[in-house]
């Protein structure tokens, strides 16, 4: 099996006033290698008013991400978030393909390991026999070539493990971390 | 102008003949002087009755003799007249005097000139500009202060610890993927291994778990797959492939590493 895949899996979450996010590195079979998080941060009354509606996407990518990120020692191979921080209008600067993973309620592809592209960004792909495919969602950055690159990535971990539980495990995390923190 | 003048005297000319023109003078020559005379019978007066009409009888008297004439006094007959004449009065033509023109009556009349700029009524009156008055005495100058509306950097803390207080669910293997040479292997593997008749044992699945460092485990037959509970040692760990099996007797969970390939 190829363990050298490593997969980051970034969720930001709001609890009350506070933004906190946590980031987790797993291998091909879900196993954590690394987890990261932030201490929640608190806007003041001032800060809120002044950022307005830039703020939640200013503090996830700008404040939360980026310190994330910077903690990692070797790069990801792949960067996984939410569907909803992707369609949102991701525009971090991680230095690997970027992209969101969702369940669907498709009928199966022909085989494992097909590939049906619904958009420029947006594919569906067969993972297990039998099983609905995946959707995945590239950001932007990522060109045609790294998101074939990206999908042969994600069908060898697919193989081993279900790839949109971690992100679950991660925001668990994140709440408990709350719940402890009050 | 000159035209219309002369116009208007050839028409006031041609009113003044035709109102002229049907005018009948009749001249009237004054009566000779009657001389009364001298001598003469006294008026005789006969008596009537007052429904007869009056009459009068002239008797001739030759005060001046023959020579004299004189005329006989007629009795006037008392009759209903009336004067039909009225009534077309009103139809007759009006004869118009009008005054003959007169010169150096006329005078020259000269056209006033038209405003050249219209007036407006109706204009606000300017208020009445205010007094200014001059403070002398200067603002005070307000102090400054910076809010810097930066967030502040947070630091990342690292969790892998209580990260891995959550369990991790680990998917089962396809063991028709496998060579089959390499499941006869494991198989017989897990046969030495937990010591059980290969009939009586049900493979659950073939797993990579960390080869040490897994506190708990657990099977999760609806996903197909175990969930365990790993410690710190585990993240660095090899992974192995481990067999999980169920005896059919009694349903006992078995397990076993198998080496790998």
């Known amino acids: 099996m190829a363990d050298a895949i490593k997969l980051a899996y970034f969720m930001a979450v709001k609890e009350g006033a506070s933004y906190l996010g946590g980031l987790l590195v797993t ?11 932030t201490e929640p941060i608190t806007p003041t009354h001032l800060q809120s008013i002044l950022y307005g509606k830039s703020l939640e996407p200013h503090l996830k990518e700008e404040v939360i991400q980026k310190t994330l990120l910077k903690e990692l020692k070797t790069p990801p191979d792949l960067f996984i978030l939410s569907a909803t921080e992707l369609a949102g209008g991701w525009s971090g600067d991680a230095k690997c393909p970027v992209l969101a993973l969702q369940k669907t309620q498709e009928s199966p592809l022909a085989k494992v390991g097909t590939t049906f592209r619904a958009g420029p960004r947006d594919l569906l792909l067969q993972l297990a026999e039998g099983a609905a495919p995946l959707r995945v969602m590239f950001a932007a950055s990522v060109d045609p070539a790294a998101q074939e690159q990206a999908t042969a990535k994600l069908l060898e971990a697919g193989y081993h493990m279900d790839l949109t539980e971690p992100l679950e495990r991660v925001t668990v995390a994140l709440q408990s971390l709350v719940v402890k923190g009050s | 102008m000159f035209g219309r003048v002369r116009g208007a005297m050839a028409d006031a000319a041609e009113t003044l003949r035709r109102a002229f023109a049907g005018l009948n003078v009749v001249q009237v020559l004054p009566e000779p002087f009657a001389l009364m005379p001298h001598q003469g019978s006294l008026l005789a007066v006969a008596p009537c009755s007052g429904l007869e009409p009056l009459a009068a009888i002239g008797r001739p008297a030759a005060l001046f003799g023959a020579s004299v004439p004189s005329r006989t006094l007629e009795v006037f007959q008392a ?17 118009v005097c009008m005054a003959p023109l007169e010169t150096g009556r006329a005078a020259r009349v000269s056209v006033p000139p038209l405003p050249r700029q219209a007036r407006a009524l109706g204009r606000l009156e300017p208020t009445a500009r205010p007094a200014t008055r001059r403070i002398t005495e200067p603002l005070a100058q307000p102090g400054l202060r910076r809010l810097d509306p930066k967030l502040a950097g947070v630091s990342a803390v690292a969790g892998l610890e209580a990260f891995l207080s959550l369990p991790v669910p680990i998917r089962a293997e ?8 390499l499941w006869m292997r494991y198989s017989l593997q897990l046969v030495r291994g937990t010591g059980e008749n290969v009939r009586n044992l049900e493979v659950l699945g073939l797993f990579y778990i960390p ?26 760990a090899p992974r192995e492939p481990f067999v999980l099996a169920r005896r059919k007797d009694d349903g006992a969970l078995l397990s076993c590493f198998v080496e790998g390939s």
């Open chain 2, 174 to 181: 396809d063991t028709q993927r496998l060579p089959k040479g």
């Open chain 1, 27 to 37: 291998d091909t079979s879900g196993i954590p290698l690394d987890f990261r998080y």
């Open chain 2, 79 to 95: 009759r209903l007249m009336a004067e039909a004449g009225w009534a077309s009065w009103g139809a007759e033509a009006e004869v």
């Open chain 2, 211 to 236: 080869r040490k460092g897994v506190a708990d485990l657990r099977h999760d037959p609806k996903q197909g797959r175990i969930l365990v509970r790993l410690e710190p040692s585990a993240v660095r």
